[in-house]
């Protein structure tokens, strides 16, 4: 089974399929082909292989120089930066009735800075002995 791919990037000379389909430069199909083909043609075009889709048959492979490639990554890393987050971070913090004046000042600090990041907050007070 073939390494899952984690992140956008050039896929290098190791390519772990016999027969791909490979896409140009500007996105335009230039067929199914052979890997050493796409080596070939990767080669002569000094540009980078890269994968976009694993998941049918023959993998989907394109063309990019460092340039696109580049900009891909910047595009993905603000698009999955302005989806919102699907989980709730959720922070606790406990205090003790006895607690010192200082500590109560940074403990009360760091919950408005989880209120900011809009984390959810339980506060806890104890009895002191």
Known sequence: EPKRQTAFGSAGRRI??????????????????????????????ELKLVLLNENVDPPVYRLMSGQQIHEEQLKRAQ????????????????????IAKNDFETKTKH???WIEKKYHVKVTIRQAK
């Open 16 to 45: 772990p399929y016999r027969i791909v389909h490979l896409l140009n430069q500007d996105g335009k199909s230039l067929g199914n082909m052979h890997r050493a083909e796409a080596l070939k043609l990767m080669d002569q075009h």
């Open 79 to 98: 698009e999955r930066r302005a989806c919102p987050k699907s989980e709730v971070v959720q922070k606790e913090i406990s205090f003790s009735s006895a």
């Open 111 to 113: 919950i408005a800075q």
